[in-house]
């Protein structure tokens, strides 16, 4: 078993951040608030957010903030609902969630609720059980899950369900990991992972292990990739079915997919890095009980000391 | 991202990659700019063309795009040609970003969007839709379209079945197809769409179909899932019905009124204050329900108005369970009277109580039973003075009465009555005795998926068959197969162990019989005279699972020490439980006991040598009642809900939930990592009843 080199990924992190002219960050300049996400809370689950400029990051993703109440990827990019969510979760990780107007963003997000229960991503209409996700995790952060209707969101999450226990993208979709990490962590959020069969669910989920590399893909007769070390294994520890995978496996797998020299994870072992990936590798080393990582909340996505202070101890000291 | 190689062979030297980055970050920069200035010329539209071609995820551009559109149609009216072209023109650019990138969602929901706009050329778009997905017959994207322009078009169901039995055809290796035939298949039967009902004769061909792809090519799992949704549609029982109940029907209960001072106890077994009555009435059903009330629940009896009763689901849901309890009030009962109340309650078959599917209970459910009550007060003799519970072997003796009088084990509910063994349920055995029988014939290898397959029939068979003399066999065999898979397939040994776990306990449960040698006699003085209790010992059955609760809702006291139980849902149930032994356990943090709280009897407790504060990551983190799931509101102050200890209690915050529930007067707790001083102080601020903690006797504080 290799080691997490920790220090090396949080270089690379820093290192890409800066990178903002390569022909790579041009593809991704749509994206960079995710990006913002995925770097930031990588670099909090190894103890090192001290290391950014808070009030620069803060600034920039304010400069994001559409008139609709919505953000965008990056400044002057159209608003849209899985930008705000990055957003939102990146002030949560400062605890600047207050320099927001609160009811704005919520309104924004609620506008976007269809009849049916489902959300459309933006004002151009494509629905799809991620932004289902994404509204219930950013307005539940904002202490605003009230301004949705619930009962209607559930409704539609659970008509996605499928014959394997899995969930799709709307109504009929074939099960993807992706997809029921959001439907699973949405229902876990709102109460309702009762609606889930936790036994079926949680064996196709088992079932996307490689049993020679040990990693896990994201669905039948597809290769692993480490970013399903995410959203397979949250899926697997909110319905409590993580004992179904070899954990020691996986995390030999993900150690595998480091690059040792220059920093960052990647999708299999000798593939390009990329933040996304060394997100996600980190992501599920905490979910592993990797030492030196600490604990991911997997409904949110973000520190459990975080989701606990938003949640329950909110007048409580810092411990 | 992904795919790409980590050290690419040098293809490209610095300047031509500075160009690529130079040429993209211009094109960005202008189409930024002319969004901006809602400039939508044709030298504009062309650089937003070109963006996409090399960067068909860059979102706002096909914003941009379909706000050129809105505006050329809001300006021409309604000139056919014009917007034709125009509409054509943007099918273009999304087929060429799609040429690009398979996946991309903009591409694709813009094809979506202008479908939307305009039905043209439908039969164009299923073309197109038939090359891509020939091409990459799992791209879920072709499939989802599919499905958006089958309905458009009002293709027939029928058709898209025959499609996916094409493509099966072609390739059995497609898990999206057999998907999207279990699709149209669960439309066609939900609505007895006409040759497919009854479903039987389309059952067995789909197992058919099935088994030539699984026994082809075993480890390839496209076939595993349908197989097991096959299942599900065959052994499909509509209606919900009460499988198990507490007090059970045609039962004598006999309780000891607590007349004394409240806060005094005298027997910790079947006794209940008078004044608080927490006398428990259960109901547990085949499958989750919602809907109890008295309007669907009649309770005839001595103590209460059947209208005051208010009937709640045990589970953490707030509308649906399995297990349902109401509580009667026992107030109304005089002192010095040892009198036999009858007690009659009726399940009604009526709209109310539904199951997930919206199915009702065919039939109503009764269950008559008394209820004597036997009077003590101080005058008595003096307030008993209860020693420990104690756990050892020689605390315990065999129990030697009538088994099937004195432990009301519930008939298993399919074989309740021959007389409602449906022609449904024989139909199913029918077809599960025939694929075991296929099963076993071409089960040559010894495959993983044939073994589990295997257990999976036998299992199902098990719930619809009557006929108790195989029943004991198949069991073995069931535990058998298990064992073997747990060597076959270790990176999934956990798997097989809870199944292995699961059949156990239903063998355990299955006769009255097998199930006495669980049952012993508590021999103690803390037992009431005339009392005799009977304690469950599922202990030290390597048991990973805790299941077949519907035969346990009798039982006052449990020992499942010296298992690997993680989880201990479902115990909810068991009303009656006034001792529990868990220790020697897996646990891994508090959260785990949350079922618990609902035990308004417990009062001993066990939970020393598990695993919890072991754990930085919580599995049932979201499965307990808490503000972290919405089934505890903390709208109220958040320091009402924890006392004010700082520090202490927010790193136990979890711990103090659980325990400011309980009422023990027994607790073993030792042997966890997160006892520490710190945490026992808090313990008793939560237990003020607590008489007894690891083993010692606690002065009071």
Known sequence: MGELAAEKHVRYILAVEKKKDSYEAQLMEHLRMNGAYWGLTTLDLLGKLGVVDEAEVVSWIMECQHESGGFGGNVGHDPHILYTLSAVQVLALFDKIYVLDVDKVASYIASLQNEDGSFSGDIWGEVDTRF???????????????????????????????????????????????????????????????????????WWLCERQDNKSG????????????????????????????????????????????????????????????????????????????????????????????????????????? | MHGRPRNPAKGEDEAAAAARASKLRDLQSRFLHNHHHNIYDEEAMEVSARLLEMNPEYYTVWNYRKMAVERYMDGVGGDCDGVEGVLKRELDVAQAALRVNFKSYGAWHHRKWLLNKRRSSLDKEMELI????????????????????????????????????????????????????????SSLFKRKAEGFFPKEKILNAEYQLVQNAIFTEPDDQSGWFYYLWLLDQTIDVEAPSVISSWPAPSSE?????????????????????????????????????????PSTVTVKSFFTESVGLTWRPLSNANDYSMAWVAYLDLSKVKSGSSETYPVEVRCHHYQGIASFNGFHCSHDFVSKFTVRIHHLDSSHGKLHEMGAISWKDCNFQKYEGDIEVSIPLPVKWSRMDKDQETVACKDAGAILAYEIALLHELLAVSDKIGKLLLARLSTALDTVVSDDASRSHRMEEILELYGDLMALDTPHLQYYKDQHSITLLNQAT????????????????????????????????????????????????????????????????????????LSNNNLCSFTALDPLKRLKSLKVLDISHNEIGSHS?????????????????????????????????????????????????????????????????????????????????????
């Open chain 2, 510 to 581: 299955s006769s009255s019989g097998i199930f006495s040698r669980y049952c012993w006699l508590y021999t103690d003085v803390s037992v009431p005279a005339g009392e005799r209790v009977i304690c469950v010992r599922f202990n030290s059955l390597s048991l990973t699972q805790f299941t077949s609760i519907e035969c346990l809702l009798w039982v006052q006291m449990l020992d499942l020490s010296h298992n690997e139980l993680r989880s201990i849902n479902g115990i909810e149930a068991m009303q009656s439980l006034a001792c529990l032994n």
């Open chain 1, 215 to 319: 990693g896990l893909n994201g669905r039948p007769e597809k290769l692993p990739d480490v970013c399903y070390s995410w959203w397979v294994l949250s899926s697997l520890i909110i319905i409590d079915r993580v004992h179904w995978i070899d954990k020691n496996k996986l995390i030999k797998f993900i150690l595998d997919c480091q690059d040792l020299e220059k920093g960052g994870i990647s999708d299999r072992p000798d593939d390009a890095v990329d933040v996304f990936h060394t997100y996600f590798g980190i992501a599920g080393l905490s979910l592993l009980e990797y030492p030196g990582v600490k604990p991911i909340d997997p409904a949110y996505a973000l520190p459990v000391d975080l989701v606990d202070r938003i949640f329950v101890l909110r007048r409580q000291p810092k411990a």
């Open chain 1, 132 to 202: 289902s996700y994404i509204a219930i995790c950013a307005l539940s952060l904002l202490h605003q899950l009230d301004r949705i209707n619930v009962e209607k969101a559930v409704n539609y999450i659970v008509s996605c369900k499928n014959m394997d226990g899995g969930f799709g993208c709307t109504p009929g979709a074939e099960s993807h990991a992706g997809q029921i990490f959001c439907c699973v962590a949405a229902l876990a959020i709102t109460g309702s992972l009762h609606h889930v069969d936790r036994d079926r669910l949680g």
């Open chain 2, 253 to 293: 209960l006999f309780i000891t009124a607590d007349g004394s001072a409240p806060g005094t106890v005298i027997s910790l077994f079947r006794s209940y204050q008078v004044n608080t009555g927490i006398f428990p009435l259960v109901l547990y059903f085949s499958e989750p329900v919602k809907g109890l009330s």
């Open chain 2, 130 to 185: 038939n090359l891509l997905q020939s091409k990459d017959s799992r791209n879920f994207h072709a499939w989802n379209h599919r499905r958006f322009v089958a309905a458009l078009m009002n293709s027939s169901e029928i058709d898209e079945l025959k499609y996916t039995r094409d493509v099966i055809g072609q390739n059995f290796s497609n898990y999206s197809a057999w998907h999207n035939r279990s699709v149209i298949l």
């Open chain 2, 617 to 701: 990551i919580d599995t049932t983190r979201y499965l307990w009642s808490s503000p972290l799931s919405r089934t505890v509101r903390m709208d109220t102050n958040c320091d009402d809900a924890l006392p004010v200890d700082g520090i202490i209690t927010a790193k136990h915050w979890e711990g103090v939930f659980i325990f400011r529930n309980l009422r023990l007067t027994q607790l073993d707790i030792t042997g966890n990592p997160v006892v520490d001083e710190d945490f026992v102080v808090l313990l008793r601020r939560l237990l003020p009843k607590l008489v007894w903690l690891d083993g010692q006797r606690l002065n009071a504080i």
